[in-house]
């Protein structure tokens, strides 16, 4: 299952159209503040929050483990390692509904035809009605 950042990134690459890594080169190639330099920032810090939260369910896991016996030292860490979860998983979510409502805003423009436009007949005026025509005529 993919992970929140990992369907970011794939969003991110369908809407410029190249592979993340050749986009964050193109980034820091031109720091001038751009949408893409703001997705990508916006990316890396969603990314961040999620391996926090790996990182720190991993040690819970390992400082609750049924083998262990827990001491007063131990239901600190343990603690700490909760609340840390919970401060990563707000700003996942953070992160992840401003990025989803950005992306959704956005949306591939296709390439310019590089080929001046052909030009088009003049639209053709249309034939008076029989009953236009009449009103003249009296």
Do not use: W
């Not at 794939?10 to 986009?23: H, K, M, N, T």
């Not at 990316?43 to 999620?50: K, R």
């Not at 991993?58 to 827990?70: G, N, T, V, Y």
Request: net charge negative; proline share 10%; glycine share 4%.
């Amino acid at each position: 299952m993919p992970t929140t950042a990992q369907s970011v990134a794939e969003r991110i690459e369908d809407l410029y159209g190249q592979p993340l890594a050749a986009l964050e080169a193109h980034a820091d190639a031109n720091p001038r503040g751009s949408m893409l330099a703001a997705l990508l920032g916006s990316h890396s810090d969603l990314h961040l929050a999620e391996r926090t939260i790996d990182f720190q369910l991993q040690r819970l896991r390992q400082l609750a483990a049924p083998e262990r016996e827990i001491g007063p030292y131990d239901a600190g860490h343990i603690l700490d390692c909760a609340r840390r979860i919970a401060q990563s998983v707000a700003v996942r979510d953070a992160h992840a509904k401003g990025m989803n409502a950005v992306l959704q805003s956005l949306h591939r423009v296709p390439a310019p035809d590089t080929h001046p436009p052909a030009p088009s007949a003049p639209p053709a005026v249309p034939e008076p009605t029989a009953a236009a025509a009449a009103s003249r005529t009296r």
